[in-house]
């Protein structure tokens, strides 16, 4: 049976990879497993059918057989744990990668999404001027340690892994804020990252799909 994801029928970003269906997509592109889409309006996310696999009417979901999941951390481990090519065998490498995917989703994303809801969501609020300059120095203190461990190396531990997926997939929302300029060595892992052909895949289908909705 096929793997059934769904995506916005029209992504915010036009896109561009940032919606989080980008990084199930490549986490399935990187294991070789085919998926179907699913798209889904902004309308439809909020209706009974898509609430009964996501609470919190979101994407992107995935069905596999009697197995629904929500939540691109939840996915992407599961995608990981079920086929090769995103886990280390090594049993202590394999927990190593599964923390950096904790280390993405749970510590270097809330910051940078906070800087999104302050530039996009409060742009217009009064105090937000004041708040910004604060919110990227929250970001460039995730970004120090960050860059500081990946010194010279290509990815986080070794090998590319769902570790590496996911904060590359993070570390993207950085690029329209010029903050990641500031870390060349963390600008050439992204770019690393997007080389892969898995990404380029799962970019390129997501691409499609909102040209063709333009």
């Given at each position: ?13 036009g896109g561009r990879g940032l919606a989080r269906d980008t990084r199930v997509r490549w986490a399935l592109e990187e294991v070789g497993q085919p998926y179907a889409v699913r798209l889904v309006s902004f309308t439809a996310m909020k209706e009974p059918a898509h609430l009964a696999l996501h609470p919190f009417g979101q994407i992107p979901t995935y069905e596999d057989g009697d197995l629904a ?146």
């Amino acid at each position: 049976m096929t793997v059934t994801i769904t995506a916005f029928e029209r992504s915010p970003d036009g896109g561009r990879g940032l919606a989080r269906d980008t990084r199930v997509r490549w986490a399935l592109e990187e294991v070789g497993q085919p998926y179907a889409v699913r798209l889904v309006s902004f309308t439809a996310m909020k209706e009974p059918a898509h609430l009964a696999l996501h609470p919190f009417g979101q994407i992107p979901t995935y069905e596999d057989g009697d197995l629904a999941l929500f939540e691109t951390g939840s996915i992407v481990f599961h995608i990981a744990e079920r086929h090769a090519g995103l886990l280390p065998q090594d049993a202590n490498a394999r927990a190593r990668a599964i923390t950096w995917m904790f280390a993405a989703l749970s510590t270097v994303e809330p910051p940078i999404l906070d800087l999104v809801t302050a530039r996009i969501v409060e742009g217009d609020k009064p105090w937000t001027q004041e708040r910004l300059p604060l919110v990227r120095d929250r970001i460039r203190g995730r970004l120090r340690p960050l860059s500081t461990r990946l010194g010279d190396a290509d990815w986080l531990d070794g090998g590319f892994s769902a570790g590496d997926l996911m904060m590359v997939s993070v570390l993207l929302r950085l690029r329209i804020s010029g903050l990641l300029d500031e870390f060349p060595d963390l600008a050439a892992y992204v770019a690393r990252g997007e080389a892969r052909p898995a990404y380029k895949r799962a970019f390129d289908a997501q691409w499609a799909v909102n040209t063709r909705a333009g």
